[in-house]
């Protein structure tokens, strides 16, 4: 497995970070991970590592005013933005890869709304998609002052940014990776009022998008049990809604936000190392016959 990242220019206008995790045979599916909010790439390493063992090219890109790429921290302009970073990284994917070659997308927290929105709003088609978490409704936490101010304020000072009021330890109860979090100087706990506006606005209409993504979809939901954060029951609700034919939710009920990274993580990596495992060969079987990397 290797690892290769850096920086590149996107057609958004944008100077964006990307890591990609390349396995050491031939790929057998290509994937995008969304990090979330305050987040960047670096910090799924080991579920890309997994993958990448598993035989999928994957890669994280940082988003705007996150990790390594440039902006302003905490701070996306547009949602046509984030569409537009996802939808350009998925086409340079698939042409990497033979033709056929499985395509998925990827996401946690805020990253799972991305990839939810993006999903439901059909602009690149993809095979199967793992969301980890996802933030379903942003009013939950926001409380009444915040709302109020990106209504009122976020035309006017869309840059100005607020506390996210996000805790490290609501995420996970592993001491030593909550240290290593608070030490970690790109993850930042800010967002502008415009990434909150549209947060907000956006949240408001997954479920309608949910309704519409489709059916041949191989999907995977993760959660925690305990997340306050993005709670798993809400979680739920939506995925209910999602018309896939093939897919499956997995609550591991003591864990909190980020599953991958609370005491007791190995139940989840067991159930996504299940997942990809049971999901990926029959996605692959086309793929195999027309890829001369397989021959």
């Known amino acids: 497995m290797q690892v290769v990242s ?75 933005t984030v569409q537009t970073l996802i939808g350009e990284e998925l086409q340079r994917l698939r042409g990497l890869l033979p033709a056929g070659t499985p395509l998925g997308l990827m996401g946690h927290s805020m990253g799972g709304f991305f990839v939810l929105h993006f999903l439901g709003s059909r602009l690149v088609p993809v095979d199967f998609a793992w969301v980890s978490s996802p933030l379903v409704n942003a009013r939950a936490r926001a409380g009444r002052l915040k709302i109020a101010a990106a209504r009122l304020l976020g035309r006017v000072c869309p840059e100005l940014t607020l506390r996210s009021g996000v805790r490290t330890e609501e995420c996970k109860r592993d001491l030593e990776r909550i240290e290593a979090t608070r030490r970690d100087p790109l993850v930042h706990r800010e967002i502008s009022l415009r990434l909150g506006g549209i947060l ?65 993580r190995e139940e989840f990596y067991a159930g996504l190392a299940g997942w990809i495992g049971a999901t990926l060969p029959v996605l692959g079987r086309g793929a195999e016959k027309m890829s001369p990397m397989a021959a």
Not at 240 to 262: T, Y
């Open 6 to 80: 850096g920086h590149y220019d996107s057609v958004a206008g944008l100077r964006v970070w990307r890591r990609e995790h390349i396995p050491a045979g031939p790929p057998r599916a290509a994937a995008l991970f969304v990090h979330g909010l305050g987040d960047h790439g670096e910090r799924h390493e080991e579920h890309l590592d997994l993958l990448a063992d598993c035989g999928v090219l994957s890669a994280a890109i940082d988003l705007p005013g996150h990790g390594r790429s440039l902006g302003r921290r905490g701070h996306i302009d547009r949602l046509e």
């Open 200 to 264: 907000l606005h956006e949240s408001s209409r997954l479920e309608g998008l949910a309704a519409r993504i489709p059916e041949s979809l191989k999907l995977l939901m993760t959660h925690g049990g305990e997340d306050r954060i993005c709670p798993a029951a809400e979680a739920r609700r939506l995925f209910d809604r999602i018309p896939a034919r093939q897919k499956e939710f997995l609550l591991f009920p003591e864990l909190l936000h980020e599953p991958f990274n609370d005491i007791g």
